[in-house]
């Protein structure tokens, strides 16, 4: 299937059950940061057949589904019936991660009678989306016996307040923001405690304070998800990059394993830290994805040279959120290339390599959509404009497997709340299924 023409409108793609979508909004909503984004996937893992296993334990060569968690990664796979040691791999890559503010190692801070929250600010944030909005707490406590409990405070915790525009009258000229003064969230009036942050939502978590050695906290706007637009044509919610990625990349594992048919390993590989450079133990630059390959052919009873021939016959769609074209700033856009929303999902190119995708990549993309029946379109951006880049260059240099860039168009990226068409998740998730099952 070609990619639609510049000038064609979302109105050339009729409208299809918003199931897929109201399922995203529930898991949006149960997934305010990267560890509570594995759980909910883990869980509807665990509802098609998949089993968990731990990267401490022997992995036995049984066919079937299985995963891994680490940290906020996910790593899941599905071995059919009849695989060898050189079966080769069909991988949809994600990442979980989103730009925020995080919590501090000490918290608890203020002035002028007012308690405050220390924040950090954590990947390409567009600082003035978290102004005036009320904010929620999310993430993990580490506990001094070695466990780990997650916690979630969807009320209005937090603020970032805004200077009044009688004090700025500049404001609407020119919005300047120190990353260190101007940032941190109050919550309260009166005395600074050491320690009353992490009382308080040790007690949310239903631990003691004094058991919680360690923290990786972050705020989100406790604004629920929505249908936006006259015809409700539109999605407005937090965190579209990427998990719209990460919950299409588990729907389409699900549903491809259900399926029975598979001639090759399908993987999801949903990875943390994304947004600041994939350098951890959970992201991309890190060898968890090529480790979890090594073993299942190994488990199999494959040999290097198995391995080998496996990566040969690799593939990975590296997924994740694209630019639709601003009607406000049309001329930042590459002109011959506008993709709209519910135009279907969107082919990412860029020859310097900041995209992974090539001729042959493209091919395999359009194979894909074909086979759904779902339309796509590309994306490139304007030689004066510079993109950003994904995982799917790491993934490829560093595994030597071909990688294919794609994912949704959206409005607002990297804002506390982003904007896509309400049919592109399912397009996307139709299209990553026939991926996964080609």
Not at 171 to 179: E, Y
Not at 204 to 217: K, R, S
Request: net charge negative; with cysteine.
């Amino acid at each position: 299937m070609t990619p639609a023409a510049p000038s064609a409108t979302p109105s050339a793609v009729p409208a299809f059950d918003r199931s897929h979508t109201d399922d995203l909004i529930a898991y949006l909503q149960s997934s305010p940061s990267p560890f509570h984004a594995v759980a909910e996937a883990a869980a509807r893992l665990e509802k098609a057949g998949f089993r968990q296993v731990e990267e401490t334990a022997a992995w036995d060569a049984a066919f079937g589904g299985r995963y891994l968690i680490r940290g906020g990664a996910l790593i899941a796979w599905y071995v059919p019936e009849g695989a060898t040691p050189a079966t080769g791999f069909r991988i949809v890559g994600a990442h979980t991660d989103s730009p925020n503010l995080r919590v501090k190692p000490i918290p608890d801070t203020g002035t002028d009678g007012w308690r405050q929250v220390a924040v950090e600010i954590y990947g390409g944030v567009p600082l003035n989306t978290w102004l005036d909005r009320d904010l929620g707490l999310s993430g993990r406590l580490a506990l001094r016996d070695g466990s780990v409990v997650l916690v979630r405070i969807d009320e209005a915790l937090l603020r970032v307040p805004q200077l009044a525009i009688h004090l700025d009258r500049s404001v609407n000229d020119a919005l300047t923001l120190d990353r260190q003064r101007h940032l941190t969230p109050i919550w309260g009036l009166g005395d600074v405690h050491e320690g009353s942050l992490i009382s308080y939502v040790a007690a949310a978590a239903g631990v003691t304070a004094a058991d919680v050695v360690g923290w990786d906290l972050m705020v989100h706007d406790v604004q629920p998800p929505s249908y936006l637009g006259r015809d409700r044509e539109l999605l407005a919610a937090p965190r579209l990059d990427n998990l719209l990625s990460v919950h299409a990349g588990t729907a389409a594992l699900a549903a491809a394993a259900a399926g029975g048919t598979l001639d090759h390993i399908a993987v999801l590989a949903a990875f943390d830290h994304e947004e600041n450079g994939s350098e951890s133990d959970t992201g991309a630059q890190g060898p968890l994805l090529g480790n979890v390959l090594d073993r299942s052919v190994f488990a199999r009873g494959g040999t290097l040279e198995d391995r080998a021939r496996a990566l040969a016959g690799t593939i990975c769609l590296s997924s994740d959120m694209g630019h639709a074209v601003h009607p406000n700033y049309s001329e930042r856009h590459e002109p011959g290339h506008h993709p709209m929303p519910n135009g279907g999902p969107i082919l990412k190119v860029n020859v310097n390599n900041r995209y992974a995708t090539n001729a042959t990549g493209r091919a395999v993309f359009a194979a894909a959509c074909e086979k759904a029946g779902v339309p796509w379109q590309s994306f490139v951006s304007n030689n004066s404009v510079p993109c950003g880049t994904t995982i799917g260059p790491i993934t490829a240099a560093r595994l030597g497997i071909a990688t294919v860039d794609c994912g949704v168009a959206a409005l607002s990226m990297h804002s506390a709340r982003e904007l896509c068409g309400a049919d592109d998740p399912f397009l996307l998730a139709s299209a990553l299924k026939a991926f996964l099952e080609s």
